[in-house]
């Protein structure tokens, strides 16, 4: 069983940036693959980022290449997304989720999510 928090959501401006963390508690955090996903209003959910257990293999959606960062602290048992020269298309509610195994780009390879942060981007 794992838990999951995100935190640091929040209303910015185009241009700016927001970092938002991944708390996990529960099982071994150093076992699963870690991804971020994102829906919005109207649209199904896609995917961000993701990274393997070690922290050093991660994987972007073409959207958000270059602009956001994904990295994990296995000593804090956290998750992060650190989203640079955001736009207004990247406006959702951001998801992070874990997964044993399965193509880290699919959502149904993921068996714990989070609640969910809102980012809102302002044109």
């Known amino acids: 069983q794992v838990q999951l928090l995100e935190s640091g959501g929040g209303l910015v401006q185009a241009g700016g940036s927001l970092r938002l963390s991944c708390a996990a508690s529960?099982?071994?955090?150093?076992?699963?693959?870690m991804g971020w996903f994102r829906q919005a209003p109207g649209k199904d959910r896609e995917f961000v980022a993701a990274i393997r257990r070690s922290g050093i293999t991660t994987a972007y959606a073409d959207s958000v290449k270059g602009r956001f960062t994904i990295s994990r602290d296995n000593a804090k048992r956290t998750m992060y997304l650190q989203m640079n020269s955001l736009k207004p298309e990247d406006t959702a509610v951001y998801y992070c989720?874990?997964?044993?195994?399965?193509?880290?780009?699919?959502?149904?390879?993921?068996?714990?999510w989070g609640q969910g942060t809102q980012v809102t981007v302002s044109s």
């Open positions: 529960g099982r071994t955090f150093s076992t699963y693959t």
């Open positions: 989720a874990t997964a044993d195994s399965g193509d880290y780009y699919v959502s149904l390879s993921y068996n714990y």
